[in-house]
Structure formats: C-alpha cells, structure tokens
C-alpha cells in the first residue's frame, strides 16, 4: 500500500513557476513508477508526467515537454514536478498517483493509488 500527499499549488501568473511535491509512503518504492496527472473540469484525469523510483526514467505529455521537469529524491520518499513557463491551459488539479508497473506509464488505469490533489491555477 502506498501513501501519497502532494502539495504546493497555488496561483501564478502565465510564464510563471510552480514546484510540486508529492511525498509517499511505502514499504518500498523500488519496484514503482510514480506519476502526475492533472484534471480540468467535467474531463477524466491526463497524464502529465512520470518517473520509475529505481531507474528515474521519466515521460512527458506533449503539452509540457521542455517546459515541466520531473525529479524524486529517494531519500525522502518525495517527487517533484518543476513546472516553468506557466500557460493558463496548464490550470487543473493535480494528483500524484502510484503504479507497480516499472515503466513510466502515461496509462492511467494502471496507476492505483492516488493523492488528493492539489489545485494550480495560472491567471494571464
């Protein structure tokens, strides 16, 4: 089972940043991906971003590649999503989430357990 809290929104203006954290709490993150997705209203939540906990191998949405940058830090159990050169289309709920699949999946069905979100709001 897998424990995760992300925090850090808040309110920007566009070609602003924002660094998000999502700390997890695991027996052990070694065989995991941890990922982010964002939801705007009325829409099923996309992928933004992932990372495997033992390689670090990442992925990226489209809409943020070049601009959002994924890291963790294994010795606090904490990833990170640095999101630089804010656009308003980046406004959303943001949800750190969980897989057991040991590649950095956009898939979010597979991805089992969540946090509650954490609200981005980018303001032009």
């Known amino acids: 089972q897998v424990q995760l809290v992300e925090s850090g929104g808040g309110l920007v203006q566009a070609g602003g940043s924002l660094r998000l954290s999502c700390a997890a709490s695991a027996r052990t993150l070694s065989a995991y991906t941890l990922g982010w997705f964002r939801q705007y209203p009325g829409k099923e939540r996309e992928f933004v971003s992932a990372i495997t906990w033992r390689g670090g191998n990442t992925n990226f949405a489209d809409s943020v590649r070049g601009r959002f940058t994924i890291s963790r830090d294994t010795a606090k159990n904490t990833m990170y999503l640095q999101m630089n050169d804010l656009k308003p289309e980046d406004t959303a709920v943001y949800f750190c989430?969980?897989?057991?699949?040991?590649?950095?999946?956009?898939?979010?069905?597979?991805?089992?357990?969540w946090g509650q979100g954490t609200q981005v709001s980018v303001s032009s």
């Open positions: 989430a969980a897989t057991a699949v040991s590649i950095p999946t956009p898939r979010r069905e597979l991805y089992r357990n």
